[in-house]
């Protein structure tokens, strides 16, 4: 959630100088790289810290620690995609005395879309916990959650990384 927000109120905060960057030589790749790195390194670490903290105070099993602890890495990621695909579709240039850099739809909309990744990547987790004989019998391991949720996960990063990018570009091109 917090590189969500972090992302997605990137853009509206640059304010009208956001078009001296897109005319500047940047190359859009460039800048797009820019905008997704920055909050990337600063959701990390409460993503990094609090699934090992959890685990800790909780005594989570080794298989459930990583578990947790990869399904935040994933959903950290995945948060600054879906803001820096939104960021440009619905940033708020006006100028007034409380700017709110982001119009309400698009955080909405964000958020939203995070729950709805959310739920995909932990639906084999979800899957396991609560039908494991069935999931057992059909040969579903707790590893086997594991990557499963990691490869949906992927997928949906790869999805948000295109979209982000072609929308940075279009934003760049207008």
């Not at 859009?28 to 409460?46: D, G």
């Amino acid at each position: 959630m917090f590189g969500l927000f972090i992302s997605i109120i990137s853009m509206g905060q640059e304010g009208t100088a956001i078009w001296n960057l897109y005319a500047s030589p940047l190359a859009t790749k460039s800048l797009f790289r820019a905008k997704l790195v920055a909050p990337l390194l600063v959701s990390l670490i409460p993503a990094i810290a609090l699934p090992i903290a959890v685990s800790l105070i909780f005594s989570f099993t080794p298989m459930w620690s990583i578990a947790l602890f990869s399904s935040s890495l994933v959903l950290c990621t995945l948060a600054v995609f879906i803001g820096n695909y939104l960021a440009p579709k619905y940033m708020d240039l006006e100028e007034k005395p409380r700017n709110a850099y982001i119009r309400g739809t698009g955080m909405m909309l964000g958020f939203l879309e995070l729950v709805a990744c959310g739920l995909a990547v932990m639906l084999p987790f979800i899957f396991y916990v609560f039908w494991r004989e069935y999931a057992l019998s059909i040969g579903v391991t707790s590893t086997m959650a594991i990557l499963m949720s990691a490869a949906i996960g992927i997928a949906l990063m790869e999805v948000f990384y295109r979209l982000a990018f072609g929308s940075m570009k279009k934003v760049s091109l207008e």
